[in-house]
T-cell receptor, first 112, second 116 residues
Framework: GENVEQHPSTLSVQEGDSAVIKCTYS??????FPWYKQELGKRPQLIID?????GEKKDQRIAVTLNKTAKHFSLHITETQPEDSAVYFC???????????FGAGTRLAVHP | SAVISQKPSRDICQRGTSLTIQCQVD?????MFWYRQQPGQSLTLIAT?????????ESGFVIDKFPISRPNLTFSTLTVSNMSPEDSSIYLC?????????????FGPGTRLTVL
Protein backbone atom coordinates (compact mmCIF):
# COMPACT_ATOMS: atom_id res chain seq x y z
CA GLY A 1 0.00 0.00 0.00
CA GLU A 2 0.93 3.63 0.12
CA ASN A 3 3.68 4.74 2.47
CA VAL A 4 5.81 7.76 3.25
CA GLU A 5 9.42 7.46 4.39
CA GLN A 6 10.86 10.35 6.37
CA HIS A 7 14.51 11.09 7.14
CA PRO A 8 16.25 11.78 9.41
CA SER A 9 14.43 10.58 12.52
CA THR A 10 16.36 13.06 14.66
CA LEU A 11 18.17 16.24 13.72
CA SER A 12 20.25 18.48 15.94
CA VAL A 13 21.43 21.90 14.73
CA GLN A 14 22.90 25.06 16.16
CA GLU A 15 20.76 28.17 16.28
CA GLY A 16 21.06 30.03 13.01
CA ASP A 17 21.88 26.95 10.95
CA SER A 18 19.56 25.45 8.35
CA ALA A 19 17.61 22.21 8.76
CA VAL A 20 16.39 19.94 5.97
CA ILE A 21 13.96 17.04 6.32
CA LYS A 22 13.20 14.78 3.37
CA CYS A 23 10.29 12.49 2.58
CA THR A 24 9.71 9.99 -0.19
CA TYR A 25 6.35 8.56 -1.18
CA SER A 26 5.07 5.69 -3.27
CA UNK A 27 1.64 6.73 -4.57
CA UNK A 28 2.22 8.39 -7.94
CA UNK A 29 -1.33 9.78 -7.83
CA UNK A 30 -0.57 11.85 -4.72
CA UNK A 31 -1.12 15.54 -5.32
CA UNK A 32 -0.95 17.23 -1.92
CA PHE A 33 1.99 17.30 0.50
CA PRO A 34 1.56 19.04 3.88
CA TRP A 35 4.01 19.43 6.73
CA TYR A 36 2.96 19.50 10.39
CA LYS A 37 4.83 20.71 13.46
CA GLN A 38 4.04 19.11 16.80
CA GLU A 39 5.37 20.63 19.98
CA LEU A 40 5.49 18.55 23.13
CA GLY A 41 2.00 17.91 24.46
CA LYS A 42 0.34 19.86 21.65
CA ARG A 43 -1.66 18.98 18.57
CA PRO A 44 -0.01 18.76 15.13
CA GLN A 45 -0.15 22.15 13.41
CA LEU A 46 -0.14 22.62 9.64
CA ILE A 47 2.84 24.86 8.84
CA ILE A 48 3.16 24.66 5.07
CA ASP A 49 1.90 22.57 2.20
CA UNK A 50 2.53 22.16 -1.51
CA UNK A 51 0.42 20.87 -4.34
CA UNK A 52 1.66 18.90 -7.29
CA UNK A 53 1.37 21.75 -9.77
CA UNK A 54 4.30 23.66 -8.21
CA GLY A 55 7.88 22.75 -7.40
CA GLU A 56 8.60 25.08 -4.48
CA LYS A 57 6.74 27.17 -1.93
CA LYS A 58 8.16 29.55 0.67
CA ASP A 59 6.76 31.16 3.78
CA GLN A 60 9.28 33.32 5.61
CA ARG A 61 11.94 30.97 7.03
CA ILE A 62 10.34 27.74 5.84
CA ALA A 63 10.13 26.32 2.35
CA VAL A 64 9.02 23.08 0.79
CA THR A 65 10.28 21.61 -2.48
CA LEU A 66 8.64 18.85 -4.48
CA ASN A 67 10.14 16.53 -7.09
CA LYS A 68 7.27 14.50 -8.52
CA THR A 69 9.50 12.55 -10.89
CA ALA A 70 11.62 11.25 -8.03
CA LYS A 71 8.62 11.16 -5.64
CA HIS A 72 10.22 13.13 -2.88
CA PHE A 73 9.59 16.41 -1.09
CA SER A 74 11.58 18.29 1.50
CA LEU A 75 11.11 20.85 4.26
CA HIS A 76 13.78 23.53 4.60
CA ILE A 77 14.05 25.73 7.69
CA THR A 78 16.57 28.56 7.52
CA GLU A 79 18.00 30.62 10.39
CA THR A 80 16.71 28.12 12.90
CA GLN A 81 15.63 29.31 16.35
CA PRO A 82 15.13 27.38 19.60
CA GLU A 83 11.35 27.68 19.17
CA ASP A 84 11.66 25.61 15.98
CA SER A 85 12.44 22.61 18.22
CA ALA A 86 9.59 20.12 17.75
CA VAL A 87 8.64 16.97 15.91
CA TYR A 88 7.92 17.53 12.23
CA PHE A 89 5.70 15.20 10.20
CA CYS A 90 5.41 15.06 6.45
CA UNK A 91 2.32 13.63 4.81
CA UNK A 92 0.82 13.03 1.42
CA UNK A 93 -2.76 12.61 0.34
CA UNK A 94 -3.87 9.70 -1.75
CA UNK A 95 -5.11 10.41 -5.24
CA UNK A 96 -8.74 10.20 -4.11
CA UNK A 97 -8.44 13.50 -2.14
CA UNK A 98 -9.15 11.65 1.06
CA UNK A 99 -6.84 10.39 3.75
CA UNK A 100 -3.40 11.67 4.65
CA UNK A 101 -0.54 9.19 5.01
CA PHE A 102 2.03 10.40 7.56
CA GLY A 103 5.75 9.90 7.79
CA ALA A 104 7.34 8.64 11.00
CA GLY A 105 8.39 12.12 12.11
CA THR A 106 11.65 14.01 12.66
CA ARG A 107 12.60 15.31 16.08
CA LEU A 108 14.38 18.60 15.53
CA ALA A 109 16.46 20.12 18.32
CA VAL A 110 17.83 23.63 17.86
CA HIS A 111 20.56 24.46 20.37
CA PRO A 112 21.23 28.06 21.40
CA SER B 1 -8.32 26.92 10.02
CA ALA B 2 -11.17 25.36 12.03
CA VAL B 3 -11.85 25.55 15.76
CA ILE B 4 -11.97 21.93 16.93
CA SER B 5 -12.71 20.82 20.47
CA GLN B 6 -12.53 17.38 22.01
CA LYS B 7 -13.97 16.00 25.22
CA PRO B 8 -12.58 14.67 27.46
CA SER B 9 -9.06 16.05 27.20
CA ARG B 10 -7.77 13.11 29.20
CA ASP B 11 -9.06 10.11 31.12
CA ILE B 12 -7.84 7.16 33.12
CA CYS B 13 -9.96 4.06 32.66
CA GLN B 14 -10.09 0.50 33.90
CA ARG B 15 -9.57 -2.37 31.49
CA GLY B 16 -12.75 -3.85 30.08
CA THR B 17 -14.63 -0.54 30.13
CA SER B 18 -15.45 1.76 27.20
CA LEU B 19 -14.86 5.47 26.64
CA THR B 20 -16.59 7.75 24.18
CA ILE B 21 -14.66 10.75 22.87
CA GLN B 22 -16.51 13.70 21.38
CA CYS B 23 -15.30 16.03 18.62
CA GLN B 24 -17.05 19.31 17.86
CA VAL B 25 -16.16 21.73 15.04
CA ASP B 26 -17.22 25.36 14.87
CA UNK B 27 -18.51 25.09 11.29
CA UNK B 28 -19.44 22.49 8.72
CA UNK B 29 -16.55 20.48 7.31
CA UNK B 30 -16.33 18.13 4.39
CA UNK B 31 -14.56 15.27 6.14
CA MET B 32 -13.81 14.15 9.69
CA PHE B 33 -11.20 11.61 10.71
CA TRP B 34 -10.01 9.85 13.85
CA TYR B 35 -6.31 9.20 14.46
CA ARG B 36 -4.33 7.45 17.15
CA GLN B 37 -0.90 8.60 18.25
CA GLN B 38 0.98 6.28 20.57
CA PRO B 39 3.79 7.76 22.70
CA GLY B 40 6.68 8.92 20.53
CA GLN B 41 5.02 7.64 17.38
CA SER B 42 3.45 9.04 14.25
CA LEU B 43 -0.22 9.52 13.47
CA THR B 44 -2.19 6.44 12.48
CA LEU B 45 -5.56 6.83 10.82
CA ILE B 46 -8.27 4.77 12.51
CA ALA B 47 -11.19 5.67 10.28
CA THR B 48 -12.97 8.29 8.25
CA UNK B 49 -16.23 9.36 9.88
CA UNK B 50 -18.95 9.58 7.24
CA UNK B 51 -21.99 11.74 7.84
CA UNK B 52 -25.13 9.63 7.85
CA UNK B 53 -23.43 6.33 7.07
CA UNK B 54 -20.98 3.84 8.54
CA UNK B 55 -17.39 4.93 9.02
CA UNK B 56 -14.63 3.71 6.72
CA UNK B 57 -12.04 1.84 8.74
CA GLU B 58 -8.35 1.39 7.98
CA SER B 59 -6.60 -1.94 8.02
CA GLY B 60 -6.21 -3.19 11.57
CA PHE B 61 -9.17 -1.28 12.98
CA VAL B 62 -12.71 -2.65 13.28
CA ILE B 63 -16.10 -1.21 14.06
CA ASP B 64 -16.71 -3.45 17.08
CA LYS B 65 -13.62 -2.07 18.80
CA PHE B 66 -13.88 1.56 17.59
CA PRO B 67 -17.50 2.42 16.83
CA ILE B 68 -17.84 5.88 15.31
CA SER B 69 -20.80 8.16 14.86
CA ARG B 70 -21.20 11.30 12.78
CA PRO B 71 -24.78 12.52 13.06
CA ASN B 72 -24.12 15.86 11.33
CA LEU B 73 -21.41 17.91 9.60
CA THR B 74 -19.92 19.37 12.79
CA PHE B 75 -19.88 16.52 15.34
CA SER B 76 -18.45 13.03 15.66
CA THR B 77 -17.77 10.51 18.42
CA LEU B 78 -15.24 7.71 18.73
CA THR B 79 -15.76 4.95 21.27
CA VAL B 80 -12.87 2.81 22.45
CA SER B 81 -14.55 -0.42 23.54
CA ASN B 82 -13.49 -3.14 25.95
CA MET B 83 -10.27 -1.30 26.66
CA SER B 84 -6.92 -2.87 27.45
CA PRO B 85 -3.62 -1.19 28.42
CA GLU B 86 -2.55 -1.41 24.76
CA ASP B 87 -5.26 1.15 23.96
CA SER B 88 -3.42 3.78 26.01
CA SER B 89 -2.72 6.50 23.50
CA ILE B 90 -3.67 9.96 22.33
CA TYR B 91 -6.77 10.00 20.14
CA LEU B 92 -7.08 12.93 17.75
CA CYS B 93 -10.02 14.16 15.77
CA UNK B 94 -9.15 15.79 12.46
CA UNK B 95 -11.23 17.72 9.95
CA UNK B 96 -10.78 18.68 6.33
CA UNK B 97 -12.09 21.99 5.03
CA UNK B 98 -12.38 22.89 1.39
CA UNK B 99 -13.25 20.80 -1.61
CA UNK B 100 -11.46 18.10 -3.55
CA UNK B 101 -7.71 18.63 -3.93
CA UNK B 102 -7.92 22.08 -2.30
CA UNK B 103 -8.88 20.87 1.15
CA UNK B 104 -6.60 21.29 4.17
CA UNK B 105 -6.65 19.14 7.29
CA UNK B 106 -6.54 20.34 10.88
CA PHE B 107 -6.33 18.52 14.20
CA GLY B 108 -8.19 18.77 17.46
CA PRO B 109 -6.30 19.01 20.77
CA GLY B 110 -6.46 15.27 21.39
CA THR B 111 -7.68 13.01 24.17
CA ARG B 112 -5.01 11.36 26.28
CA LEU B 113 -6.27 7.94 27.35
CA THR B 114 -4.60 5.78 29.97
CA VAL B 115 -5.94 2.27 30.55
CA LEU B 116 -4.97 0.53 33.77
Amino acid sequence: GENVEQHPSTLSVQEGDSAVIKCTYSDSASNYFPWYKQELGKRPQLIIDIRSNVGEKKDQRIAVTLNKTAKHFSLHITETQPEDSAVYFCANRDGGYNKLIFGAGTRLAVHP
Amino acid sequence: SAVISQKPSRDICQRGTSLTIQCQVDSQVTMMFWYRQQPGQSLTLIATANQGSEATYESGFVIDKFPISRPNLTFSTLTVSNMSPEDSSIYLCSVARGSGSENEQFFGPGTRLTVL
